[in-house]
């Protein structure tokens, strides 16, 4: 196939993707092909080589995976995250931009990053956040603790793969099973949107994504308020913890935190407030 061919693929695939709504179609064509090609983006544009008739068959299935809306995340099956390469799929969060957010203010206020901290991620998911913290804190150790079978299976193969098996792992159960005064930092993502929002998320969201790693309960409290009763007895005296908000949430989230102290509320790159950043008192 020439550059033409190549270029007239890729514009049928982005007219298909444009026409179901999805935001970013030709780029995200443009992915998909060089996925199913194993090449880069850059060699793709320049056309290092034709794409074989089973590439061309692989590309126009994830096309159409993706015309119904599943996450380009799950159909490649990879997603970066602070420069991590991790690994999803159905079953669990694909890792968001703003939730980098969470590192950011975690090694803004933990600025000795030599450290030998001990680490908790609450709800892991695939792990994002405690190897991102990982990689930061080079002497450190954690454990992402995560009840969900799909997403526990996810998190542990990103801490090998990535190489943090180390200095980490992954707990099965409820994020109330982790150890009293454990951490030197905890760090969470909760579950935060308001159950009756959820229908009203783009598909890629609402028809795919798992419902408990999204739904915060009626008002979106109901993990914050858990978290509030746990992360008392999980810090160290001293301690931090780091927890994702929602957008409008942080005015109702702060007061639920009664016994830790309010260091700020960090804000992400579109200036919403994102991560609450808390001490616990010596």
Not at 111 to 138: C, M, N, Q, R, W
Not at 192 to 217: C, H, K, N, Q
């Amino acid at each position: 196939m020439s550059q033409d061919g190549i270029r007239d693929l890729l514009h049928a695939a982005a007219e298909q993707l444009r026409e179901a709504g999805v935001d970013g179609a030709r780029l995200d064509a443009r992915i998909l092909l060089a996925r199913a090609m194993a090449i880069s983006r850059e060699a793709l544009i320049a056309a290092s080589r034709q794409p074989n008739p089973g590439e061309v068959a692989t590309f126009r299935t994830w096309v159409a995976r993706r015309k119904g809306r599943e996450p380009l995340a799950y159909i490649i099956g990879h997603k970066e995250f602070w420069s991590l390469d991790f690994k999803v799929g159905p079953g669990v969060l694909v890792p968001r931009p703003e939730s980098e957010t969470i590192i950011e203010a975690a090694l803004a206020a933990l600025p000795d990053h030599a450290v030998p901290y001990a680490i908790a991620d609450l709800g892991t998911g695939s792990g994002a956040l405690l190897l991102a913290a990982l990689k930061e804190f080079p002497n450190a150790h954690g454990i992402g603790f995560e009840r969900s079978p799909e997403a526990l299976r996810y998190a542990q193969a990103n801490l090998c793969s990535l190489g943090f098996d180390g200095r980490g792992k992954i707990a099965a159960g409820d994020w109330n099973q982790a150890p009293a005064q454990g951490f030197d930092l905890i760090l969470s993502n909760p579950p935060y949107i308001p159950s009756a929002e959820i229908d009203t998320l783009a598909p890629e969201v609402r028809l795919f994504e798992p419902r408990a790693a999204l739904d915060g309960g009626p008002d979106g409290l109901d993990a914050y308020r858990d978290l509030a009763r746990l992360l008392p007895r999980l810090l160290r005296p001293g301690a931090l913890a780091v927890l994702e908000l929602g957008h409008g949430q942080a005015g109702l989230v702060e007061p639920l935190f009664e016994s830790l102290n309010v260091l700020h509320v960090a804000p992400d790159l579109a200036g919403i407030p994102r991560a609450l950043v808390l001490k616990r008192p010596k």
